[in-house]
């Protein structure tokens, strides 16, 4: 990241950027792309990510995750069980009944893993540290099964979401307290 910043001071000085224009593209590696209405990094990221959405095998709620880092893609997974474990489009979901924290019953299918635990599983798998990484995501990931906490543990700093998710108030916290930022790209309240 400093190292980019350094770049890019250097390339100000000698492109006569506006300011403006250094801070929405301040990467060096993003000179061949600066032009007007070209798609913001937040956006490309999220086109990406819904790719992803198209492999989930529970389809309650498709779930995509894409993670970057300084503008490099290093891990990205969807919402799926285990190797090994039966997926809901062949055995079916796997549904609980809950209390929410309005002491309502909610159904959920636990079949599957998060598509942010699933990404971060695999970056840790071929030895990626997410330290300082952007978390792009479907929804404001859950603490239902722990996933605004295990981005927190990651050292995950940036969450952009498309949507809100229902029970976004603790994750939300959980953020704040851990200068994570958080984005939505869209308004709107997903609920399922
Ligand atoms: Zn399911
Ligand atoms: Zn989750």
């Given at each position: 990241?400093?190292?980019?910043?350094?770049?890019?001071?250097?390339?100000?000085?000698?492109?006569?950027?506006?300011?403006?224009?250094?801070?929405?593209?301040?990467?060096?590696?993003?000179?061949?792309?600066?032009?007007?209405?070209?798609?913001?990094?937040?956006?490309?990221?999220?086109?990406?990510?819904?790719?992803?959405w198209e492999k989930c095998t529970c389809d309650r709620w498709k779930c995509w995750c894409v993670i970057v880092r300084d503008y490099d893609i290093i891990s990205s997974w969807f919402a799926n069980a285990p190797e090994w474990s039966d997926t809901c489009d062949k055995a079916g979901h796997q549904m609980?009944?809950?209390?929410?924290?309005?002491?309502?019953?909610?159904?959920?299918?636990?079949?599957?893993?998060?598509?942010?635990?699933?990404?971060?599983?695999?970056?840790?798998?071929?030895?990626?540290?997410?330290?300082?990484?952007?978390?792009?995501?479907?929804?404001?990931?859950?603490?239902?099964?722990?996933?605004?906490?295990?981005?927190?543990?990651?050292?995950?700093?940036?969450?952009?979401?498309?949507?809100?998710?229902?029970?976004?108030?603790?994750?939300?916290?959980?953020?704040?307290?851990?200068?994570?930022?958080?984005?939505?790209?869209?308004?709107?309240?997903?609920?399922?």
């Amino acid at each position: 990241m400093h190292y980019n910043m350094v770049n890019y001071t250097l390339y100000y000085f000698t492109q006569h950027m506006t300011l403006d224009e250094m801070i929405e593209n301040w990467s060096i590696r993003d000179h061949g792309h600066l032009k007007p209405n070209n798609i913001s990094w937040d956006d490309y990221f999220m086109d990406v990510a819904r790719v992803v959405w198209e492999k989930c095998t529970c389809d309650r709620w498709k779930c995509w995750c894409v993670i970057v880092r300084d503008y490099d893609i290093i891990s990205s997974w969807f919402a799926n069980a285990p190797e090994w474990s039966d997926t809901c489009d062949k055995a079916g979901h796997q549904m609980i009944s809950m209390t929410n924290d309005k002491w309502e019953i909610e159904e959920h299918c636990m079949r599957n893993n998060c598509a942010e635990q699933n990404a971060i599983a695999s970056a840790a798998r071929i030895w990626i540290p997410l330290e300082w990484a952007t978390m792009y995501v479907t929804m404001t990931p859950c603490t239902i099964r722990h996933c605004a906490h295990m981005i927190v543990a990651c050292g995950i700093k940036r969450v952009v979401c498309d949507k809100r998710y229902q029970h976004w108030q603790e994750s939300e916290e959980i953020f704040k307290r851990a200068w994570i930022e958080l984005v939505y790209l869209n308004d709107g309240v997903v609920e399922y």
